[in-house]
Nanobody, 124 residues
Framework: QVQLVESGGGLVQAGGSLRLSCAAS????????MGWFRQAPGKEREFVAW????????SYAYSVTGRFTISRDNAKNTVYLQMNSLKPEDTAVYYC?????????????????WGQGTQVTVSS
C-alpha cells in the first residue's frame, strides 16, 4: 500500500513557476515508477510526465516539454514537478501516481496508487 500526498499548488501569473511535491508513504517507494497527470474542468485526466524507478529515464507530454521537469528523491520518498513558463492552459488539478513496471505509462491504468490532487491556477 502506498499513500501519496501532493503539495505546492497555488495561483501564479502566466510566465511564473511552481514546484509541486508528492510525498509517498511506505518503504517501497523506489519500486514504483512515478507519474504526474492533470485534469482541467470538463476535461479528461491527461498525462503530464513520468520518471522511472531509478530516475534514469523521464518522459513528458508534448505540451509541457521544455517547461516542466520531473525528478525524484528516493531517500525522501518524494517526486517533484518543476513547472516553469506557466500558461493559463496549464490550469488544472495535478495528481501524482505510482505504478509498477509494465504497460504504457501515459495511460491511467498503468498506475496503482493516486494522490488527492493539488490545484494549479495560472492567471493571464
Amino acid at each position: 500500500q502506498v499513500q501519496l500526498v501532493e503539495s505546492g499548488g497555488g495561483l501564479v501569473q502566466a510566465g511564473g513557476s511552481l514546484r509541486l511535491s508528492c510525498a509517498a508513504s511506505g518503504r517501497t517507494f523506489s519500486r514504483y515508477a512515478m507519474g504526474w497527470f492533470r485534469q482541467a474542468p470538463g476535461k479528461e485526466r491527461e498525462f503530464v510526465a513520468w520518471i522511472s524507478r531509478s530516475s534514469g529515464t523521464t518522459s513528458y507530454a508534448y505540451s509541457v516539454t521544455g517547461r516542466f521537469t520531473i525528478s525524484r528523491d528516493n531517500a525522501k520518498n518524494t517526486v517533484y514537478l518543476q513547472m516553469n513558463s506557466l500558461k493559463p492552459e496549464d490550469t488544472a488539478v495535478y495528481y501524482c501516481a505510482a505504478g509498477l513496471s509494465g504497460g504504457t505509462y501515459t495511460n491511467i491504468g498503468y498506475y496503482n496508487y493516486w494522490g488527492q490532487g493539488t490545484q494549479v491556477t495560472v492567471s493571464s
